[in-house]
């Protein structure tokens, strides 16, 4: 689960990066990196329930 | 540049360093004082260290030698390579260029300790010695570097406007580059350390253990404020090339930015609690500093107002948000108030800045692209190496040293050997 959190945010970057490089327009682009950013939020929070479930389960 | 502006700015940066480990240690317990202030002194030496050896040549400076590599017709600038042990800088005024590259390692130098303190107060009362010195000089020699190049030096995020069309990251107190990097590596040591023995019952629900010296935590946001002064002054001048009258408006959005937010703190938990919260007050100052940072010499009075007021909004609720419902248990608040208000502060920028050039919309995408660079790179980073040196010096103290507390676990001796330490202040549900 860490290590899944780990790598969307690191997909969230990517994303951002490639919206930089690939797209031209200030819409487009714009949508893409606050995408980019949803997806490392998602990440974060998947790492923050990854340590309450590793807290419970060893309580 | 303003050489004894900058200088006399960077000579006042220790006050921030000091400001921050005396909250850390007055939010703590009285049991683990003296580890805390140790601590703080410890974090600031190895950084230091560590960063004039390797991580001044990786941070760069402008004109030296970069890595860089081509990628989707792009050039990207992600790392200096000066030669390491900073010996392409001179000190002895042969060189004209010597000067303001030796001007941007001492700021760095001192930036790089305070990065490192911040850190300790998601640790408090339970993260070892040893594994605190592996950490700063994680952050010290590798983790600040990168991002101080791509924000300070010649790194890709300078270069948004020339590669990409949009305008260039802007971050020119170092909200990004020192909080939110700092309060990123805290995030990771509240994780791997876990929660402090009682901090939550069988069932959860947290149990308040309060800081044991709440006037120290006061006078820590004073001296903090003096601090901050320096570091938003030198930095505007070394990287944005702020002038004295620029240096006037960073000391008056700084305190203005701090005031709000420190009010914020102060209104909500007055008006929830019926009495104001002086530890949540002092984390509302030092959230509108953090805030106030990004923008500090870009911003009106009255943006300063606005977003050092939304920090301490911020940072009250996000403190309780991190410790009742995620279970993080931060006893400085170290994640809301530096991590969080400083992206705040970033975005803020975006919204508020007078710019010289560039487009509203272009700061805010660029601004947004800086901060996916921090979740989405240097968080992983910071989280994976602080994971690799916990599997070689575990993080967080044996039983014992919850019981006897860091002093004597650590140091073999307390802060205040006079006084009784309570008993069962300690009792676990």
């Given at each position: 689960m860490k290590?899944?959190?780990?790598?969307?945010?690191?997909?969230?970057?990517?994303i951002v990066l490639v919206a930089l490089v690939l797209l031209t327009s200030v819409g487009e682009r714009s949508a893409f990196i606050a995408a980019g950013l949803g997806v490392e939020i998602q990440g974060?929070?998947?790492?923050?329930?990854?340590y309450r479930t590793h807290r419970k389960e060893h309580r | 540049m303003n050489l004894e502006l900058s200088l006399f700015s960077m000579m006042l940066i220790p006050f921030a360093a000091a400001g921050l480990a005396l909250i850390h240690q007055g939010l703590g317990r009285s049991r683990s004082a003296a580890h805390a202030m140790l601590a703080s002194l410890c974090a600031l030496a190895i950084s230091a260290i560590v960063f004039v050896l390797f991580g001044a040549s990786w941070a760069g400076y402008s004109g030296a030698a970069i890595h860089s590599f081509v990628a989707g017709g792009v050039h990207w600038d992600w790392l200096g390579a000066a030669p390491f042990f900073a010996q392409s800088i001179s000190f002895d005024g042969s060189d004209a260029a010597g000067l303001s590259r030796s001007l941007v390692l001492c700021f760095e130098l001192l930036a790089v300790g305070l990065t490192a303190t911040i850190p300790l107060s998601a640790g408090a009362d339970r993260w070892r010695l040893g594994p605190i010195c592996f950490s700063s000089a994680l952050l010290g020699g590798i983790i600040f570097p990168i991002?101080?190049?791509?924000?300070?030096?010649?790194?890709?995020?300078?270069?948004?406007?020339?590669?990409?069309?949009?305008s260039n990251f802007t971050d020119v107190g170092g909200a990004g580059v020192i909080q939110v990097v700092g309060g990123l590596a805290a995030l990771s040591v509240a994780w791997i350390a876990g929660p402090r023995r009682g901090k939550y019952s069988d069932?959860?629900?947290?149990?308040?253990?309060?800081?044991?010296?709440?006037?120290?935590?006061?006078?820590?946001?004073i001296l903090a404020l003096v601090g901050w002064i320096g570091l938003d002054s030198a930095a505007s001048i070394l990287f944005y090339g702020a002038g004295a009258q620029q240096v006037v408006g960073i000391v008056i959005n700084a305190t203005l930015s701090a005031?709000?937010?420190?009010?914020a703190a102060l209104v909500i938990t007055r008006s929830r609690y019926h009495k104001p919260d002086a530890s949540l007050s002092a984390n509302g100052w030092i959230s509108g500093l953090v805030a106030g940072s990004a923008a500090c010499a870009?911003?009106?009075?009255?943006?300063a107002i606005e977003i050092g007021l939304s920090a301490g909004v911020l940072s009250t609720y996000l403190i309780e948000i991190f410790e009742l419902h995620l279970r993080v248990d931060d006893p400085g608040g170290a994640v809301s108030v530096h991590a969080l208000a400083g992206i705040w502060g970033l975005f803020a920028f975006g919204l508020f800045g007078h710019f010289p050039s560039g487009t509203r919309?272009?700061?805010?995408?660029?601004?947004?692209?800086?901060i996916s660079a921090l979740l989405g790179f240097i968080l992983p980073l910071i989280y994976g190496g602080n994971l690799l040196i916990n599997r070689w010096s575990t993080y967080r103290v044996d039983d014992d040293g919850h019981w006897h507390g860091m002093d004597i676990r650590e140091l073999g001796a307390g802060a205040y050997p006079e006084f009784v330490i309570h008993a069962d202040e300690f009792v676990p549900r």
């Open positions: 290590l899944v959190a780990c790598m969307m945010l690191l997909l969230g970057f990517f974060l929070a998947l790492l923050t329930q990854a | 991002f101080a190049h791509w924000v300070w030096g010649t790194g890709w995020l300078t270069q948004l406007a020339t590669n990409f069309g949009i069932d959860g629900i947290p149990t308040a253990i309060p800081g044991h010296n709440i006037v120290q935590v006061l006078f820590g946001c005031s709000a937010g420190c009010l870009m911003i009106s009075p009255i943006a919309e272009g700061h805010i995408l660029a601004q947004l692209v800086g």
